[in-house]
Nanobody
Framework: QVQLVESGGGLVQAGGSLRLSCEASGRAFSNYLIAWFRQAPAKGREFVAGIRWSAMYYADSEKGRFTISRDDSKNTVYLQINSLKPEDTAVYYC???????????????WGKGTLVTVSS
């Protein structure tokens, strides 16, 4: 059984940084796309970034402030978020897919999310 566990969320002031982690267990994820999505209050879930092997993908709106990386030895994918804004407040989820896609419907596995709150 695949499990994805996110961590690293919390309360941070605008302008600050956070590094979110997504640890996978139950299956080596090297052949999968690992993606980060987020869902802000009263909004739909949106793609933020993804990584498969060494290829990285970002939502156009977030290029520059978000950096995705992986450590295969730890089965962990990271999302570094810099220059945080109040509108970044959301639950951040990681997900896995065999496809290289930004569509949430194509994700096979999901974590439970980690809450990021950015104060102004």
């Amino acid at each position: 059984q695949v499990q994805l566990v996110e961590s690293g969320g919390g309360l941070v002031q605008a302008g600050g940084s956070l590094r979110l982690s997504c640890e996978a267990s139950g299956r080596a994820f090297s052949n999968y796309l690992i993606a980060w999505f987020r869902q802000a209050p009263a909004k739909g879930r949106e793609f933020v970034a993804g990584i498969r092997w060494s290829a990285m993908y970002y939502a156009d709106s977030e290029k520059g402030r978000f950096t995705i990386s992986r450590d295969d030895s730890k089965n962990t994918v990271y999302l570094q978020i810099n220059s945080l804004k109040p509108e970044d407040t959301a639950v951040y989820y990681c997900a896995m897919s065999k496809l290289v896609t930004t569509h949430q419907d194509a994700m096979e596995y999901w974590g439970k999310g980690t809450l990021v709150t950015v104060s102004s």
